[in-house]
């Protein structure tokens, strides 16, 4: 689900000459639909029926594409392929003033929790995923007042 709101949000955004997000296009009738579809294939055989021939490989496909495709824009996204880029040639982003040392380190902290919330969902324990949701601005409290980051630092990735 989140993909495919990442997506569709995306999708019916206004932009203005910068480039910049200015808001957002209301759209019921989507998410109607598609709840409405997805009642289909409960309720009734033939969506499935539909569904079943279409080969695995090819789902797989495709959501591995929506997936993609709704990182742009994502700043995590954003900041792991920062990772991999030359410091000297990498385009410039609001994250830029903060040390490379830091964005490296703030972003493997985040990669980390990421993988420890899907290591936990996919586990026995997967009933604690909201505790560690709900743990999460206790770890960046903790990256604060250990001055491991900055609070300005922090500021910086905050910002819209």
């Excluded at 598609?34 to 789902?59: D, E, K, N, T, Y």
């Excluded at 420890?116 to 604690?128: D, E, H, L, P, R």
Aim: proline fraction near 4%.
């Amino acid at each position: 689900a989140t993909t495919r709101s990442a997506a569709h949000v995306r999708s019916l955004s206004l932009f203005d000459e910068d480039g910049q997000i200015k808001g957002t296009i209301e759209n019921r009738v989507s998410g109607a639909s598609i709840h409405a579809l997805i009642g289909a294939c409960v309720l009734f055989s033939w969506p499935r029926m539909l569904l079943s021939q279409v080969p695995l490989p090819v789902l797989s496909g495709v959501f591995m594409y929506l997936g993609f495709t709704s990182l742009q824009g994502l700043e995590l996204w954003d900041r792991i392929r920062g990772l991999f880029q030359d410091s000297t040639v990498a385009p410039k982003t609001r994250w830029s003033s903060v040390p490379k040392k830091i964005t490296n380190l703030y972003t493997f902290v985040q990669m980390n929790c990421v993988a420890a919330m899907m290591w936990v969902t996919k586990s026995s324990f997967g009933v604690i995923s909201p505790l560690m949701i709900a743990l999460l601005p206790l770890l960046r409290l903790g990256l604060m007042k250990s001055s491991i980051v900055e609070k300005e630092y922090m500021q910086t990735f905050d910002q819209d």
